[in-house]
């Protein structure tokens, strides 16, 4: 839904030429207290027109396109980045879905894409795949698996997980105050061998009676991952 017009950068313009779009502010729909069956939006949310948005303001993006789809909300929240003209520069963040929030800090995926990006970048190390989720525990917390990076060391596995929690608490405030309320205990690693994601993945597609080509890896869980779809393989 966007043209990239630079390198090195998630921004791009809006691709007007393909579809006619419409905005509503994320927290208009998030503090929404829709049922799962919801089929349509209530009509008394405000709608933006593209040339009506703000820089730094994020909304969800509705598309109408010649294909057949009608003010479809696909979910995703996009961020203003600047503007080209009269077209807004967007940049996607993630699925207004792929939130957690187990104890009221509301983490979503962009944040945790950034936090473990930048932990991985500031330490020197390779980028791998990765997922993180919810574990109920006293207090609870999440757990972060990783590929590609089991060779590291005690003391750098360690440094890592330190570093992405601190990362969250920059980057959530909610979060911050949940941990040090202790409400929410420090993020914890584990390190997996090439392919197991892959396997995980392919194991929440059949749990979920999906096809391959629907399914979309997300990196945040919203709810802890069941005993069965995590095999002794992976849990170490």
Known sequence: MSIPIQDDTPSGVLDIASAFFEFIPEEQIDGLDLPADAQTLPPSLQVLRAEELEIGQRYYIILTNGAGLYRYHIGDIVQVTGWMGTTPMIEFLSRGVNTSSIAGEKLTEYQVTRAVGSAIESLGLEKGCFVMYPVWADPPYYML???????????????????IDANLMEANCEYASKRKGHRLGEVRTRFLADGELSELDRR?????????????????????LKADLIDPGIQR
């Open 145 to 163: 698996l990783i590929e590609g990076l089991s060779y590291l060391s005690p003391e750098l596995r360690q440094a890592l997980s330190k570093v």
């Open 204 to 224: 929440l597609i059949m749990a979920n009676k999906g096809r391959s080509e629907q399914f979309k890896h997300r990196c945040l869980l919203n709810k802890p």
